[in-house]
């Protein structure tokens, strides 16, 4: 047969048919990290892989976030608050003075019934 050697990569066992679709690069995209020194970091990564939520800064090795009015580490620099300090940023001293009259008034009544 003048065309036997046509066929010859298509017999059995010879490897699978190349995919040209294998070959295009992965999909990526940027995304913007930004450290607390207001480095901003750019990395490129594969299109439906989920970005770390932090990315260590290369330059300072702070972490860095995609929020950059918000870096991450800055709610760690804030100094600890007492339970008490959370409920004063909530309600007044009259707001107090008023929950504080209410539940001894309540506490009054309990005990004027025994
Ligand atoms: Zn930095």
């Known amino acids: 047969m003048p065309n036997g050697h046509v066929i010859r990569g298509a017999r059995v066992g010879s490897a699978p048919p190349r995919h040209p679709e294998r070959h295009l690069p992965v999909p990526c995209r940027s995304v913007s990290y930004w450290c607390r020194n207001g480095h901003r970091t750019d990395i490129r990564i594969v299109a439906d892989v989920t970005a770390p939520t932090v990315w260590d800064c290369p330059r300072c090795g702070l972490p860095a976030g995609q929020d950059a009015q918000d870096p991450p580490g800055r709610t760690r620099a804030e100094p600890y608050k007492t339970h008490l300090a959370y409920v004063k940023e909530r309600r007044?001293?009259?707001?107090?003075?008023?929950?504080?009259?209410?539940?001894?008034?309540?506490?009054?009544?309990?005990?004027?019934?025994?």
């Open 92 to 114: 007044t001293d009259a707001e107090g003075e008023a929950i504080l009259a209410e539940a001894l008034a309540a506490l009054r009544r309990r005990r004027g019934r025994r």
